[in-house]
Protein backbone atom coordinates (compact mmCIF):
# COMPACT_ATOMS: atom_id res chain seq x y z
CA UNK A 1 0.00 0.00 0.00
CA UNK A 2 1.50 3.37 -1.46
CA UNK A 3 1.04 6.05 1.43
CA UNK A 4 2.52 9.63 1.03
CA UNK A 5 2.55 12.24 3.10
CA UNK A 6 2.72 15.89 2.97
CA UNK A 7 3.96 18.13 6.12
CA UNK A 8 5.51 21.82 5.95
CA UNK A 9 2.70 24.18 4.95
CA UNK A 10 1.44 27.10 6.88
CA UNK A 11 0.38 31.00 6.55
CA UNK A 12 3.59 33.07 5.60
CA UNK A 13 3.79 36.44 4.36
CA UNK A 14 4.83 37.35 0.70
CA UNK A 15 8.65 37.16 0.00
CA UNK A 16 8.85 35.01 2.84
CA UNK A 17 9.60 31.28 2.70
CA UNK A 18 8.32 27.69 3.29
CA UNK A 19 9.92 24.30 2.76
CA UNK A 20 7.17 21.31 2.11
CA UNK A 21 8.32 17.52 2.86
CA UNK A 22 6.59 14.06 1.98
CA UNK A 23 7.29 11.07 3.25
CA UNK A 24 6.77 7.87 0.97
CA UNK A 25 6.12 4.76 2.29
CA UNK A 26 5.11 1.00 0.60
CA UNK A 27 7.69 0.69 -1.46
CA UNK A 28 11.13 1.57 -3.36
CA UNK A 29 10.32 4.36 -5.30
CA UNK A 30 13.68 4.76 -7.00
CA UNK A 31 12.14 3.87 -10.29
CA UNK A 32 9.67 6.90 -10.09
CA UNK A 33 9.17 10.29 -10.53
CA UNK A 34 8.16 12.38 -7.53
CA UNK A 35 6.49 15.83 -7.63
CA UNK A 36 4.46 18.39 -6.18
CA UNK A 37 0.99 20.14 -7.70
CA UNK A 38 -1.16 22.55 -6.29
CA UNK A 39 -4.71 23.65 -6.34
CA UNK A 40 -6.19 26.49 -5.66
CA UNK A 41 -9.80 27.42 -5.05
CA UNK A 42 -11.96 27.19 -8.01
CA UNK A 43 -9.34 26.08 -9.95
CA UNK A 44 -8.32 23.21 -11.33
CA UNK A 45 -5.05 20.77 -9.68
CA UNK A 46 -1.55 22.13 -11.65
CA UNK A 47 1.61 20.74 -11.91
CA UNK A 48 4.43 22.81 -9.68
CA UNK A 49 7.68 20.95 -10.44
CA UNK A 50 9.09 17.00 -10.51
CA UNK A 51 12.18 15.26 -10.04
CA UNK A 52 12.94 11.62 -11.25
CA UNK A 53 14.99 9.15 -10.01
CA UNK A 54 18.18 8.24 -11.84
CA UNK A 55 20.48 11.24 -12.32
CA UNK A 56 17.57 13.37 -10.89
CA UNK A 57 16.51 15.50 -14.17
CA UNK A 58 14.00 18.04 -12.22
CA UNK A 59 10.96 20.27 -14.41
CA UNK A 60 9.12 23.35 -13.08
CA UNK A 61 6.09 25.15 -14.46
CA UNK A 62 6.86 28.55 -15.05
CA UNK A 63 5.21 30.20 -13.11
CA UNK A 64 7.38 28.94 -10.11
CA UNK A 65 11.27 28.82 -11.73
CA UNK A 66 13.44 30.71 -10.20
CA UNK A 67 11.77 30.97 -6.85
CA UNK A 68 10.89 26.78 -5.85
CA UNK A 69 13.76 24.11 -5.85
CA UNK A 70 12.59 20.02 -5.79
CA UNK A 71 14.58 17.58 -4.44
CA UNK A 72 14.62 13.65 -3.09
CA UNK A 73 15.88 11.55 -0.36
CA UNK A 74 15.90 7.77 -2.18
CA UNK A 75 17.71 6.28 1.16
CA UNK A 76 14.69 8.17 3.13
CA UNK A 77 12.02 7.92 0.14
CA UNK A 78 11.01 11.85 0.65
CA UNK A 79 10.79 14.62 -1.57
CA UNK A 80 11.21 18.38 -0.68
CA UNK A 81 9.77 21.61 -2.18
CA UNK A 82 11.51 24.53 -1.07
CA UNK A 83 9.57 27.63 -1.87
CA UNK A 84 11.44 31.06 -1.91
CA UNK A 85 9.81 34.48 -2.54
CA UNK A 86 6.14 33.61 -2.04
CA UNK A 87 3.46 35.23 -3.52
CA UNK A 88 -0.40 35.83 -2.13
CA UNK A 89 -1.14 33.50 -5.50
CA UNK A 90 0.95 30.59 -4.57
CA UNK A 91 -1.87 29.99 -1.85
CA UNK A 92 -3.27 26.66 -2.39
CA UNK A 93 -3.70 23.16 -0.85
CA UNK A 94 -0.40 21.41 -2.06
CA UNK A 95 0.14 17.84 -2.96
CA UNK A 96 2.72 15.29 -2.89
CA UNK A 97 2.52 12.48 -5.96
CA UNK A 98 4.23 9.46 -7.33
CA UNK A 99 4.47 8.49 -10.93
CA UNK A 100 5.93 5.08 -11.89
CA UNK A 101 9.13 5.81 -14.93
CA UNK A 102 10.88 8.03 -15.77
CA UNK A 103 8.69 10.25 -18.03
CA UNK A 104 8.39 14.11 -16.25
CA UNK A 105 4.02 14.50 -17.20
CA UNK A 106 2.55 17.40 -15.95
CA UNK A 107 -0.72 15.96 -16.74
CA UNK A 108 -2.42 14.74 -13.31
CA UNK A 109 -4.13 12.33 -14.80
CA UNK A 110 -1.06 11.13 -15.67
CA UNK A 111 0.01 10.39 -11.62
CA UNK A 112 -0.48 7.31 -10.23
CA UNK A 113 -0.62 8.11 -6.24
CA UNK A 114 -1.14 10.54 -4.10
CA UNK A 115 -0.99 12.47 -0.74
CA UNK A 116 -4.07 13.70 0.92
CA UNK A 117 -2.33 17.75 0.26
CA UNK A 118 -1.27 20.14 2.81
CA UNK A 119 -2.15 24.20 2.89
CA UNK A 120 -0.01 27.15 1.72
CA UNK A 121 -1.17 30.40 2.32
CA UNK A 122 0.45 33.61 1.47
CA UNK A 123 -0.73 37.07 2.36
CA UNK A 124 -0.14 40.23 1.35
Known amino acids: QVQLVESGGGLVQAGGSLRLSCAASGRTFSEYVMGWFRQAPGKEREFVAA????????DYADSVKGRFTISRDDAKNTVDLQMNSLKPDDTAVYYCAVRRGYALVVLPSRWDYWGQGTQVTVSS
Open 51 to 58: IRGSGYRT
